[in-house]
């Protein structure tokens, strides 16, 4: 898309949170996009209803979005990306939902531009990030819910988000602004069909997919999550990999375990997991395996004021070397790394503001693949420090 076609998608966005702002249809927030907290969906998006004559296929559509933006400063910057600078300003979001969640027939759709800040990992700006990625539309499904004897069931289909892991793919949706170390080595969106069973606080997901967006339908994915102790407690497992089609992508070739347990008291919330990843070898190299695990927490001091924080470690196995092995983390093969980052927060009504302040250090790393840009220095520093703050809009 070029320039004129982003001034049309802000555009779009703009009017639509104005719209949305002096409009109310709902009583509680909308499940979709989920958000982890500490920022909150708007409880009364603008509606639209559908004609009668569409009976059980009708209903409200519900129109919502996120417009946000974002400006950081990081010391050894990679600069290999439009955008990795030493300091930058940028869109985090300009995005536009449109979902119908009533009915058999649901559906889910979700434009406009985004960027994916990630700890560790050189920033790639908005404009840059869609052509590179999930284009303009990252997200897009249809969806059949069953109704009486078969209320339990649903089946979906088109651009999904992952079931994979504890962070979701945007922004607005994490408790951090930064995604972390182990949400870098997840699927974020896959194409596929999915299918879904729910009873109480049981929740069953299955699909198959194309893994990591790679167009070829050679992936299944689940997930198992029950919630105890009355909605304080929930633990998730997920899993997905290649059914065994060969795909040049180290992280589409092979599979994730993720376990997740997340608690709820008061003004916390507490969620630790653990990763396993494994990569099977490729042509004459080895396979590898990476483990990391993360804990995920927020404490909300008031309705307004919070506080996030995320720390984390993953290790990956094998080494360099004419026989050398798969280099999933991107620090060369067999480094590990670890990541610290706190996030205050502050929302009022739809408008919000917050900040990160991230540090992230290298260990067993190889030289080239690391922090730092110049003649002489080029991926030599195996530690960074990143100041983010992002504001915005969610309507």
Known sequence: MKNSGLRMVLAGAVLAALGAWT????ADPLPTPPLAGPLSANPNPFSIDLPDWLGDA??????????????????????????????????????????????WLQFYAQFGAYSFPTVGVGYLKATSTEPATFGYVPEAYVKLQGEGDWSAFSIEGGKLPTLIGDEYGFTFQNMNIERGLLWNVEPIVSTGVQGNYTNGPLTISVS???????????????????????????????????????????????SVYDLIWTHTSGPWVISPYIQYNVTPKVFFGKGSTVFGGAVLASYAF???WKLAGRVEYESESGHAGV??????????P??????????????????????DVSYVTVGSGTPGFLFGSGPFTAGTNKDQVRLMFETGVLF
């Open 302 to 304: 008031d309705d307004h």
């Open 23 to 26: 409009s109310s249809a709902h």
């Open 323 to 332: 026989f050398t092995t798969p280099d999933i983390i991107g620090y060369g």
């Open 334 to 355: 067999g480094s590990n790394a670890w990541s610290v980052t706190l996030t205050p927060t502050y929302q009022w009504k739809q408008l919000f503001a917050r900040a």
């Open 58 to 103: 009708g209903g409200k559509v519900y129109i919502g979005g996120a417009v946000t933006g974002l400006a950081f400063w990081q010391s050894s910057p990679i600069d290999i990306n439009n955008g990795d600078d030493a300091s930058f300003v940028d869109i985090s979001n300009a995005q536009v939902f449109i979902q119908k969640t009533d009915g």
């Open 208 to 254: 198959w997919n194309d893994g990591t967006y790679s167009k070829t339908w050679n992936w299944i994915s689940g997930l198992v999550s029950y919630g105890f102790n009355g909605g304080a407690d929930t633990v998730v497992f997920s899993a997905g990999g290649n059914l065994g089609k060969g795909n040049f992508s180290f992280l589409n070739s092979g």
